[in-house]
């Protein structure tokens, strides 16, 4: 790393120094940031797969879907902790400590790396938030069919409805027992 002394205010908390990389540790961070990226999306086309087989009623293909989101989220799990190391470790060689946010830190980089990085971050950001959807409309769904489907069966048994407590104070119904409905009716 080279250092100049320049005469120009403090910027970003580097009292006034021009920093030059000669490490190849923002290549590195490219190259992690790339493969989260890649990672990421991945597994929402995995999340969409899954989305498209509850509604689809293909429940024959969840577990194979969802063992394949697992294996991806441990991938994805194993490369955040790397990134974070290595954005730590440029974040030092370019002394700009572990406070302020990411583009203070961008800032201080050269222009191509600079361009570069911030993209690689912002469809870093893209893929987390379209992961989040995901995640939240899957929820939803089976969370409003799960809810629906009680409903009827409190409206089939009226019984189920009367709620009791148990000693933990969870709710629970007074029986449990499996119902076999006709369908032939």
């Not at 069919?145 to 000693?167: F, G, M």
Request: hydrophobic share 35%; glycine share 6%; with cysteine.
């Amino acid at each position: 790393m080279i250092i100049e002394k320049t005469d120009g205010p403090v910027q970003n908390g580097v009292d006034a120094e021009v920093v030059m990389n000669t490490t190849d540790e923002p290549a590195n961070l490219k190259e992690i940031l790339n493969r989260e990226v890649e990672l990421l999306e991945g597994f929402a086309d995995r999340e969409q797969e899954l989305q498209k087989a509850i509604l689809d009623r293909k429940w024959d293909r969840l577990e194979g879907i969802i063992d394949g989101m697992s294996e991806t989220s441990q991938q994805v799990l194993e490369v955040e902790r790397e990134r974070h190391e290595c954005y730590m470790s440029v974040r030092r060689e370019y002394q700009c400590g572990e406070e302020g946010s990411f583009y203070d830190f961008a800032a201080l980089l050269d222009i191509g790396d600079r361009m570069e990085i911030s993209e690689l971050y912002r469809r870093l950001k893209v893929a987390v938030m379209r992961v989040q959807a995901l995640t939240g409309g899957i929820g939803t769904y089976v969370n409003s069919a799960t809810a629906a489907v009680r409903d009827i069966l409190d409206e089939l048994n009226p019984q189920r409805r009367d709620r009791i407590y148990s000693k933990h104070g969870r709710r629970s119904s007074p029986d449990e027992r499996a119902m076999v409905l006709d369908t032939h009716l």
